[in-house]
C-alpha cells in the first residue's frame, strides 16, 4: 500500500512538469496604439508617447505606415496613416489587450501576434475596415474580409 500511496504522489508531482512547455506566449493589458499595425501592450502614455511596454505587431495584416498618404479614386490625397492609427485606437478603446504569440513570428525583435480586445480579432477588423490589407503569405484567415472592403471601397480601397 504505502508503494502505490508513494507512487501516487511522484506521479502527482513529476508528470505536470513531465511534458514539454511550449513557446506559445500570451502578453495581456492595456495597449497604446503605435500606429494602425502596432499596439504597445502594458505601457503608459507620457507626452503623446507610449513608455514602458512591448511593441507588438498585429499578425496577417498591414496597414499603411504612420505618416503615409494614400490617393483615393477621385484623385484626392488623404493621411491614411493616421486614419489606421485612430481606427485601431477606436477599435481598442479602454479595453485591454490579448495578444497570442502562437506561431513564434517576429519582426525584427517584434513579436507578430494575434490581438483581441473585448471579442474584437483587431486586425480582422482592420481589414474589415479597409485601413489594413490581409497579408496573404501570412495568412489567408483576412482575405474574405480584404476582398469585401474592397469591393465596398472602404478605407484605403475608396
Given at each position: 500500500?504505502?508503494?502505490?500511496?508513494?507512487?501516487?504522489?511522484?506521479?502527482?508531482?513529476?508528470?505536470?512538469?513531465?511534458?514539454?512547455?511550449?513557446?506559445?506566449?500570451?502578453?495581456?493589458?492595456?495597449?497604446?496604439?503605435i500606429?494602425?499595425?502596432?499596439?504597445?501592450?502594458?505601457?503608459?502614455?507620457?507626452?503623446?508617447?507610449?513608455?514602458?511596454?512591448?511593441?507588438?505587431?498585429?499578425?496577417?495584416?498591414?496597414?499603411?505606415?504612420?505618416?503615409?498618404?494614400?490617393?483615393?479614386?477621385?484623385?484626392?490625397?488623404?493621411?491614411?496613416?493616421?486614419?489606421?492609427?485612430?481606427?485601431?485606437?477606436?477599435?481598442?478603446?479602454?479595453n485591454?489587450?490579448?495578444?497570442?504569440?502562437?506561431?513564434?513570428?517576429?519582426?525584427?525583435?517584434?513579436?507578430?501576434?494575434?490581438?483581441?480586445?473585448?471579442?474584437?480579432?483587431?486586425?480582422?477588423?482592420?481589414?474589415?475596415?479597409?485601413?489594413?490589407?490581409?497579408?496573404?503569405?501570412?495568412?489567408?484567415?483576412?482575405?474574405?474580409e480584404?476582398?469585401?472592403?474592397?469591393?465596398?471601397?472602404?478605407?484605403?480601397?475608396?
Amino acid at each position: 500500500m504505502q508503494h502505490a500511496i508513494r507512487f501516487l504522489m511522484v506521479m502527482i508531482i513529476v508528470v505536470p512538469f513531465a511534458y514539454p512547455v511550449g513557446a506559445d506566449a500570451v502578453i495581456t493589458g492595456r495597449a497604446c496604439i503605435i500606429d494602425g499595425n502596432t499596439v504597445q501592450v502594458g505601457s503608459k502614455l507620457k507626452d503623446d508617447k507610449c513608455w514602458g511596454g512591448i511593441d507588438i505587431r498585429l499578425h496577417g495584416s498591414i496597414a499603411p505606415e504612420l505618416n503615409e498618404t494614400c490617393t483615393d479614386s477621385g484623385g484626392k490625397a488623404w493621411n491614411c496613416g493616421q486614419e489606421a492609427k485612430e481606427a485601431l485606437a477606436s477599435l481598442i478603446r479602454v479595453n485591454s489587450v490579448a495578444c497570442y504569440h502562437i506561431d513564434g513570428e517576429f519582426k525584427g525583435m517584434t513579436p507578430i501576434a494575434t490581438c483581441i480586445s473585448g471579442h474584437v480579432d483587431l486586425a480582422l477588423e482592420m481589414v474589415a475596415l479597409g485601413m489594413a490589407k490581409a497579408l496573404h503569405d501570412q495568412s489567408n484567415r483576412y482575405a474574405l474580409e480584404e476582398k469585401d472592403a474592397m469591393q465596398a471601397k472602404r478605407g484605403i480601397w475608396k
